[in-house]
């Protein structure tokens, strides 16, 4: 972190915005008259629901998080349909929507994933996601990135056994998963309404938590930001 005055501030930030070698914004924080005011690059967060349903309780979860974003984040919505299913023999020849999500992931400064849990594991579509955009082998758009988990089922157990299964998946695609807090909405058709908005407060609020806490612990993992 540098700190700045205001004698300087204007010709260091052209520097810092004119200087192509920077991959991020300078966190910079300027002293104007005696006041600090820091001035945080936006952080970037691609977010993607494990389900193609239309009406599905996980994009439900995902809007909420649009309106709960803390300032400094923006999210991204990313839709799932149109991945092919992983062909070992095409990896090298993605199709456009693939080449798209991949694009997306490494651009962001963070992943949010909400996911249903099917067969007490990971929905197919989901995994199916997952395998393409880290393959071929050294081009895992995954790699290095912080991610947060949240998901919503009809039942008491609130997709837990499927987030379990999917931190597992985090190990190996070297991703930062964020542990706290555990957003495991149960009872969903309860929490969510007919128009796809999620009602609970208490839902809401660790939503809400759960951002602030991926943003803090994405700054935390890269420098710059």
């Not at 629901?49 to 984040?73: C, F, H, I, M, T």
């Not at 609130?158 to 190990?171: E, P, W």
């Not at 695609?173 to 495991?184: G, H, I, T, Y």
Request: proline share 4%; with cysteine.
């Amino acid at each position: 972190m540098r700190l700045v005055r205001s004698a300087e501030t204007l010709n260091f930030l052209d520097e810092a915005c004119d200087d192509s070698n920077h991959d991020h914004e300078l966190n910079v924080r300027i002293e104007i008259y005696g006041r600090q005011v820091s001035m945080k690059k936006v952080c970037k967060i691609l977010g993607f629901a494990g389900s193609l349903r239309k009406n599905s309780y996980n994009r439900s979860l995902l809007q909420a998080a649009l309106e709960l974003l803390p300032d400094d984040a923006e999210l991204e919505i990313f839709d799932l349909d149109g991945i092919p299913p992983y062909n070992g023999d095409l990896e090298n020849q993605p199709v456009e929507k693939l080449k798209d999500f991949k694009a997306k992931i490494k651009a962001a400064d963070a992943v949010l994933i909400a996911t249903p849990e099917y067969n007490y594991s990971i929905p197919g579509v989901l995994k199916n996601a997952i395998d393409c955009a880290s393959r071929p082998y050294g081009d895992n758009a995954f790699a290095q990135k912080p991610v947060a988990i949240m998901g919503a089922s009809t039942g008491m157990i609130g997709t837990a056994r499927a987030q379990y299964h999917l931190r597992q998946c985090f190990v190996f695609l070297s991703c930062f998963a964020l542990n706290q807090p555990e957003v495991m909405v149960s009872f969903a058709q309860e929490k969510i309404d007919k128009d796809g908005r999620v009602t609970d407060q208490k839902t809401r609020e660790k939503i809400r938590e759960l951002l602030e806490n991926l943003v803090a612990w994405t700054r935390r993992l890269t420098p710059l930001m």
